[in-house]
């Protein structure tokens, strides 16, 4: 038969290295046509990145992601990047090419200050144009802006810039400031659970992640979907055997069992309100987070199920069952009041 | 089985069994076409040209990934994409024991063989040790295997089947060692110890805040429970492949999917004693990284080899490699004590954790940090004392994977906490939000948190799950 059950877990997970420097670099060079090269250390390793990059240069110079080109992946062209690792990207690359980029946009400020007849401080990047704060009729296109900086005033726009989170690094007792800022997850599981063959189903997965500000939320929500996908391979399936030689016994994908799209529950994306002053445009992170609490929402379902707690990953079929029937066996010995 | 078959398809039998010539042809010829996307018209749309006044919003926006066109096309160069002139394959040998002492190796039938341009030990890498923290990891081992993964010996050849024909003509003889396997094991006084010295041990942590004791003797309640996680893999489709490229003024060019190209670039140097001028990484787009590919793997191997062959040569693991041969999610054990009040508010927690490290260093400093500063959980409690310690055993290196020791601690304080609610009687959300961080809350490093979301995450999930209390 089988039975539903309900499960909750909360984390939270910190962005970047743990009490150490992780610096990122980024150049920005704006083209005389008003579109721009971002140059950047880090790779894109499938999570979009690059993307989000594009949109933190994008907003801090006022066009839009399409007229940015990013360069990134090798030595010899880019600056330094601690690297795509630790869930740093968007949060310390992406302070890092902000940075870059405003440091660009105040040479335009500089050029457009001439033309228009105000100071550069109040000038503001948007829409394709440099234009007065509060006053946009006076405004001039950032494409004639950059024209000038290359050929009239002789200044092309380029920016560089590094960013390091500020930390303080552990005593020996532990105590220190280790991150720059932390995000914050809770992912409820709904199973069924089948108390003749210890399957788990799980059917959907509420998960509601805070990660700053989205840079693009369509990313964060497939970073969740891949997330969960993970934690429920840890929390189910996955598990590398030893034999007591210390080898591998399932080293290939046939007896490796990951879950396939058949075993995907409905996930239902959240995404938490919040912006963090310490990041780009008040984007901290989610790569990492969106696996942590998976699993444990799902074993704790398990639980509210079938009252078995599976204190040992994976929760595979064999394991639930066996406890499902220790603890029949343990509730038949009991002698009744 | 068989009739059921029939059944559903009894036209089976009825079909005449020879195919027309005309067919087997077409067949036979689709089948020595190599697999090519259809040809497809670039650019897909005239070329976007900045638009003045256009609303350029950027942050927030749903906007299309700059690589989405070339992942739905099939149009993506990954890095097994790449060939260059004259490249050759490299394969490792893999020791297969997990400790013993390299006796005797006999490389000759190999260097023999027609088609192996280069074969490389160990002793010829100019630095044979690599490692983010601890610098223990040899890319080639020369003496002591630690675990079954280890690589003994490589070649290049001018194909796969050839380099890895070569690979099986090595002949290696072993003198077995005694092994630890277990992580509790490894802690004990008299255990081998996978890199000699007197202890497993390779790195403690402790974090202490408050006095848990007292928070133990305050409690209603105290709750000791112990959790265990498995070595998973990272599993990427995409197994660790890089290229490497001398030129003639000696300078290296590696291709490698790797996510940390800076990194790669100075532990070349280090290890090739190439100044860092001389190399040049260029990342290719990452089928899949998880953690897996934040560090060198077989890099200078395959430069080494590519600098006696005179040619580029590219490495790429198998499956199986990739299971026995890079890095996993470090097993842990946890044993967790925790004092509540009747209401359920937290007086204390005593956590202790032991991570099994494998055979080497690699990201497990990172790890066990991580692990111990997060194991508390979101929850502001008074009293906390966290110690752990990473051992080494003679098994498959732990390293670097997506949570970085997060998503087992979590399997252990929210099982605890699901635990501690259903014995007290509260509700899970209610018993939570008693307890979690709030703005300003300080963690057990004594971090002052900002930016604390929390408790809208519960209650936003909650909401969206249709969490109904029950009595």
Wanted: negative net charge; glycine residues 10%.
């Amino acid at each position: 038969m089988k039975h539903r059950g309900r499960g909750i877990a909360s984390m939270w997970y910190p962005v970047g290295f743990t009490g150490y420097s992780n610096p990122s670099g980024a150049v920005v060079k704006l083209n005389e046509d008003g579109s721009a090269v971002v140059l950047t250390g880090t790779v894109e390793t499938g999570q979009g990145s690059l993307g989000a990059l594009s949109q933190i240069a994008a907003e801090a110079l006022g066009i839009a992601p399409n007229d940015i080109h990013i360069v990134s992946g090798d030595t010899d062209t880019c600056p330094m990047d601690t690297g795509a690792i630790a869930s740093r990207t968007t949060y310390i690359t992406g302070n890092a090419v902000r940075l870059a980029a405003e440091m660009a946009r105040d040479t335009l400020f500089q050029v457009a200050s001439g033309m228009l007849g105000v100071k550069p401080d109040q000038l503001e990047a948007k829409d394709h144009k440099i234009q007065v704060k509060s006053f946009p009729s006076r405004s001039a296109p950032i494409a004639d802006v950059c024209n000038r900086a290359y050929n009239g005033v002789g200044t092309p726009p380029i920016g560089s810039a590094t960013w390091d989170p500020p930390m303080v690094p552990m005593d020996a007792e532990g105590q220190g400031k280790p991150f720059g800022t932390y995000v914050y997850a809770t992912q409820i599981a709904e199973v069924d659970v089948d108390d003749e063959t210890g399957e788990v189903e799980v059917l959907r997965i509420t998960a509601s992640h805070d990660c700053g500000t989205a840079i693009n939320p369509m990313l964060v929500e497939g970073q969740i979907d891949g997330g969960v996908y993970m934690g429920l391979g840890f929390g189910l399936y996955e598990e590398i055997l030893f034999d007591k030689t210390g080898k591998q016994v399932n080293c290939n994908l046939t007896n490796y069992i990951l879950p396939t799209s058949l075993d995907m529950p409905e996930i239902d994306e959240d995404i938490v309100e919040n912006y963090d002053y310490t990041g780009p445009f008040g984007a901290k992170a989610v790569g990492e987070p969106s696996l942590v609490p998976t699993a444990v929402a799902v074993t704790n379902a398990i639980y509210d199920a079938v009252g078995v707690r599976i204190t040992a990953l994976p929760a595979t079929s064999e394991k639930v069952l066996k406890a499902i029937k220790a603890k029949r066996a343990a509730e038949q010995k009991q002698i009744p009041a | 089985m068989a009739e059921d078959l029939l059944e559903r398809a009894p036209d089976v039998l009825e079909k005449p069994r020879a195919a027309p010539v005309e067919t087997l042809r077409r067949a036979d010829e689709g089948l020595r076409l190599p697999a090519v996307a259809p040809p497809t018209t670039l650019p897909l749309e005239p070329p976007l040209v900045p638009q003045v006044g256009e609303q350029t919003r950027a942050v927030g926006l749903r906007a299309q990934r700059p690589d989405s066109r070339y992942h739905g096309l099939g149009l993506t160069r990954y890095i097994d994409d790449i060939a260059l002139p004259g490249m050759l394959y490299a394969k490792i040998k893999r020791a297969g024991i997990s400790s013993a002492r390299i006796k005797r190796i006999d490389v000759s039938k190999a260097e023999a063989m027609p088609g192996v341009q280069a074969v490389l030990l160990g002793r010829e890498i100019p630095l044979n040790l690599f490692g983010t923290s601890i610098v223990d990891q040899p890319l080639l081992v020369d003496e002591i295997v630690r675990h079954a993964g280890d690589g003994v010996a490589a070649v290049a050849a001018v194909t796969e089947q050839i380099a890895q024909a070569a690979i099986d003509a090595i002949e290696v003889e072993y003198e077995p060692l005694p092994g630890v396997y277990d992580p509790l094991e490894a802690l004990q006084p008299d255990s081998p110890k996978v890199h000699g010295g007197d202890t497993n041990i390779y790195f403690k942590k402790l974090i202490r805040r408050g006095d848990v004791e007292k928070g133990f003797a305050q409690s209603y309640r105290v709750y000791e429970n112990r959790y265990t996680t498995p070595g998973i893999e990272h599993a990427p489709m995409e197994p660790f492949t890089s290229i490497a490229d001398w030129d003639a003024n000696g300078r290296l060019t590696v291709y490698a999917s790797i996510g940390r190209i800076t990194l790669a670039r100075v532990d070349l140097s280090k290890t090739l004693r190439i100044p860092i001028s001389r190399v040049r990484v260029i990342g290719t787009i990452v089928g899949g990284n998880f953690g897996g590919k934040n560090e060198i793997r077989h890099e200078p191997v395959l430069a080494l080899l590519s600098k006696k062959a005179g040619r580029p040569v590219k490495g790429r693991f198998t499956r199986v490699e990739e299971f026995i041969a890079s890095t996993i999610r470090h097993p842990m054990i946890m044993d967790y004590k925790t004092g509540v009040t009747k209401e359920g508010k937290i007086l204390a927690r005593q956590i202790r954790m032991v991570l099994d490290g494998g055979a080497y260093c690699s990201f497990s400093e990172t790890t066990l940090g991580k692990a111990s500063i997060l194991a508390p959980g979101p929850y502001a409690i008074e009293n906390i004392h966290v110690e752990g310690c990473v051992v080494y055993t003679n098994k498959t290196t732990s390293g670097s994977m997506r949570g970085f020791g997060a998503p087992q601690v979590c399997f252990a304080y929210e099982s605890q906490m699901d635990e501690i609610a259903r014995d007290l009687g509260i509700d899970p959300i209610e018993l939570r939000m008693k307890n979690f961080f709030r703005e300003g809350s300080m963690s057990a490093t004594g971090q002052v948190l900002h930016s604390v979301k929390v408790i809208e995450s519960l209650q936003n999930a909650a909401r969206k799950f249709g969490w109904e209390v029950r009595s």
